[in-house]
T-cell receptor, first 112, second 114 residues
Framework: GEDVEQSLFLSVREGDSSVINCTYTDSSSTYLYWYKQEPGAGLQLLTYIFSNMDMKQDQRLTVLLNKKDKHLSLRIADTQTGDSAIYFCAESITGGGNKLTFGTGTQLKVEL | GAVVSQHPSWVICKSGTSVKIECRSLDFQATTMFWYRQFPKQSLMLMATSNEGSKATYEQGVEKDKFLINHASLTLSTLTVTSAHPEDSSFYIC??????????FGPGTRLLVL
């Protein structure tokens, strides 16, 4: 079955790194995504990783994938107040019609 | 980057009326669009998959006669909430899938049924 879990809340100081974690249960994931949602807005695609990759870096964002443990993480370097939002991981499944299964979401709060 | 718009951004209506929400892919064609519902402080729940030129595929528990979906063209899908009731109040988000199978999301429509 599909079940994607995230911790609910993370608080960091401005300038520090943030690490948001995600665990999933379906081993037939093809792509794993990270989306950002600001209050009252839709979802913004931040980055994604193909399931045969271990790491992907895109400017301040680093995605790590441990397929054996079914663990995905998003590291935001030099976190800024504008990074405060809810972050969702999502997986698409082989043969699943490219439907996305979303995690529960992690609220990131960046403090001065 | 790929842009998806939704209209209206918010709507307030009386119980029993029908509300139509539009989802448009502005700079790419999307044979498949998705409709989600999000309750406060919760994740997105997939309601249905909208395919251009064919009937939508609804997720289990979603009433197809209640939530009518029409994918009229490669850039437009509409969701009509028929005979809306207060429990239909929610944040409705669409997404459009590009040729690389990446989903881009609209800004959402907040529906309040009185």
């Amino acid at each position: 079955g599909e079940d994607v879990e995230q911790s609910l809340f993370l608080s960091v100081r401005e300038g520090d790194s943030s690490v948001i974690n995600c665990t999933y249960t379906d081993s037939s994931s093809t792509y794993l995504y990270w989306y950002k949602q600001e209050p009252g807005a839709g979802l913004q695609l931040l980055t994604y990783i193909f399931s045969n990759m271990d790491m992907k870096q895109d400017q301040r964002l680093t995605v790590l994938l441990n397929k054996k443990d079914k663990h995905l993480s998003l590291r935001i370097a030099d976190t800024q107040t504008g990074d405060s939002a809810i972050y969702f991981c999502a997986e698409s499944i082989t043969g699943g019609g490219n439907k996305l299964t979303f995690g529960t979401g992690t609220q990131l709060k960046v403090e001065l | 980057g790929a842009v998806v718009s939704q209209h209206p951004s918010w709507v307030i209506c009386k119980s029993g009326t029908s509300v139509k929400i539009e989802c448009r892919s502005l700079d790419f064609q999307a044979t498949t669009m998705f409709w989600y519902r999000q309750f406060p402080k919760q994740s997105l729940m997939l309601m249905a998959t909208s395919n251009e030129g064919s009937k939508a595929t609804y997720e289990q528990g979603v009433e197809k006669d209640k939530f009518l979906i029409n994918h009229a063209s490669l850039t437009l899908s509409t969701l009509t909430v028929t005979s809306a009731h207060p429990e239909d109040s929610s944040f409705y988000i669409c997404s459009a899938r590009d040729y690389q199978e990446t989903q881009y999301f609209g800004p959402g429509t907040r529906l309040l049924v009185l």
